[in-house]
C-alpha cells in the first residue's frame, strides 16, 4: 500500500562550476565544480570499446529540475529513463542507436552498461 507521508532526507545542494572544456563541433562541454564535492563522477568511457547490439541508457528531467527540494521534492525530481541499443559505428567512432531521445534527456550523457559516459 502507498504511504500517507513519506520522510525524505536529502543532501541537495547547488554547485558552481566553470567550462573546463568545450567542443563546438561535437555539441559538448565539461564543466569543472569550483569546489569539491564528496559526490561521485561520471566517468567518460573511450568509444572503441563500443559494439553493435551493446545496450546504453539516458537519464534526463523532462519537466526541469527546480531547486526548491524541501517543499518539492517528489514532483520536481521526476526523471525519464530511456534505454536503447547501439545499432551502427561508423569509422570516426560515432555510432547510432535505436533509443528515443526524450525532452529533457537531450544534452544528456548516454551511459553504458558500467553507468560510463559513451556519447
Known amino acids: 500500500p502507498l504511504a500517507t507521508k513519506t520522510e525524505t532526507k536529502t543532501d541537495a545542494k547547488k554547485f558552481s562550476a566553470i567550462v573546463d572544456r568545450w567542443d563546438s563541433d561535437h555539441d559538448l562541454a565539461i564543466l569543472k565544480l569550483t569546489e569539491k564535492s ?6 567518460i568511457n573511450p568509444l572503441s570499446p563500443l559494439k553493435v547490439g551493446q545496450d546504453h541508457a539516458t537519464i534526463g528531467h523532462p519537466f526541469g529540475v527546480r531547486l526548491d527540494f524541501e517543499d518539492n521534492l517528489q514532483k520536481d525530481l521526476l526523471f525519464n529513463f530511456t534505454k536503447g541499443m547501439v545499432t551502427k559505428i561508423n569509422e570516426s567512432k560515432n555510432f547510432l542507436s535505436d533509443m528515443s531521445i526524450s525532452p529533457g534527456n537531450s544534452g544528456g550523457p548516454v551511459l553504458d552498461q558500467k553507468s560510463q559516459v559513451i556519447g
Do not use: A, G
Not at 38 to 43: E, K, V
Open 38 to 43: 564528496s559526490r561521485p563522477s561520471l566517468i
